[in-house]
């Protein structure tokens, strides 16, 4: 994920929804025997095109759920939406999980599985096209959905990149 694109968000001043992808039981060996705790993927978001992701690990299922909710809060990112869908085509990659996502004409819904179907959804995204290739961990999907989400621009951001007006970044 490139530091430079990244718009980041305040969480005080926002009304955010939380939503679980995963809750895994871990187990940590001990000579005593297997100590078990849980870790939880937690997306947040606004609905509005603000979405963040976090990961929260304790002995209990609500503690790693607030866990991650806190740590979701963190890492809140601002997504280009136009018309309820994504601006451009885009792949978005994180260790073994790609994504693509593509735009889609109004009442197509979201076409996404589990992980970016979350993303996409907290992050108000209402019509995509999207495909998972290469892992399906939970992990790897959402944070490779994450990445492609950052890495969209909208066409004001491009043509205030080049310095040029909006008309001339559409006709050349």
Known sequence: MSTANIKRVKSSDIE?????V???RVAKVTKGGRTFSFSAIVVVGDGKGIVGYGLGKASEVTDAITKGIDDAKKSLIKVPIINGTVPHEMIGKFCGGNVFLKPASHGTGVIAGGAMRAVLESAGIT?????SK?????????KATIDALVNM???????QHRGLGLKKVFNG
């Not at 621009?153 to 043509?159: E, K, L």
Request: hydrophobic fraction near 40%.
């Open 153 to 159: 621009r909208d066409a004001f951001t491009v043509a």
């Open 16 to 20: 955010l929804k939380e939503r679980v």
């Open 127 to 131: 019509d995509v096209l999207a495909k």
């Open 134 to 142: 290469g892992s399906s961990n939970p992990h790897n999907v959402v």
């Open 22 to 24: 995963s809750i895994k």
